[in-house]
């Protein structure tokens, strides 16, 4: 007798629906090729509680996540992931800061196309201006919503699954 699984998952049209396969490799199959179509998001923040709550942002968004507790494990994690697509970066961290990895990231021309958001609670307009001269593309603050995110990401052509 044939084996079959269910996967749950989302449509094209953004309604939850039930899939059929047949086979344990099918799933594999199709679960693999959701997850290169998603796209994955680079974390480089020191506060596992904001890593935690960005990744669980991003996914609404379609991404996957890599997490780094500072900039200099930021730069290792994306040796080691070169499909990073998004990265949202904070800027005060011990080792290597948000703005000396994004000027690091931004020196290295593999890079130059992925967005890079910093997401920090340094507000005042100098800061806003060195982090873009640096090569951020956007810029969050602290405390931030899902709303906050959805349009910063959508400034960059980003936009929820």
Known sequence: MESTQQHRGTSPEGTVGTETFDTPEALEDITAERVLQSGCA???DDSATDRLILTHLIAKFGFTSVEAVNGRVGLERLAE????????????????TGLEFVKEVRANESYQSVPIVMVTVREQMGFVMEAIAAGANEYLMKPYTLEGLESKLSLLGINPV
């Open 81 to 96: 992931h070169p499909e990073v697509e998004l990265m949202l970066v904070d800027w005060n961290m011990p080792e290597m």
């Open 42 to 44: 680079l974390i480089v």
